[in-house]
């Protein structure tokens, strides 16, 4: 089993920062991918940006410019560097990892962005 631990979610006003970390343990033998997805209230669980084995990363056009996304393997940890936060951020933010044709989901951290 793989688990997924998120932290770094909470309140923050508009225009500030957030950095949310997920480290994966468990029975990790190869990552294809990890990266993070979001889900408002009401709404479906949308990709926000996800980082490749090789180190490629692809980001969702609503964040590109403020989002980053970054991976330290030794650790087996992924960040997701948030930046220019707008009200429209507000989700609980979920890690997402991909190994040997599994996905795995932390539980999810929430992020509040005040206007």
């Known amino acids: 089993q793989v688990q997924l631990v998120e932290s770094g979610g909470g309140l923050v006003q508009a225009g500030g920062s957030l950095r949310l970390s997920c480290a994966a343990s468990?029975?990790?033998?190869?990552?294809?991918?990890m990266g993070w997805y979001r889900q408002a209230p009401g709404k479906q669980r949308d990709m926000v940006t996800i980082?490749?084995?090789?180190?490629?990363?692809n980001l969702a056009d609503s964040v590109k410019g403020r989002f980053t996304i970054s991976r330290d393997n030794a650790k087996n940890t992924v960040y997701l560097q948030m930046n220019d936060l707008k009200p429209e951020d507000t989700a609980v933010y979920y890690c997402w990892l991909h190994s040997r044709g599994m996905a795995y989901w932390g539980k999810g951290t929430l992020v509040t962005v005040s206007s």
């Open positions: 980082i490749t084995s090789d180190g490629s990363t």
């Open positions: 468990g029975s990790i033998f190869s990552i294809n991918a």
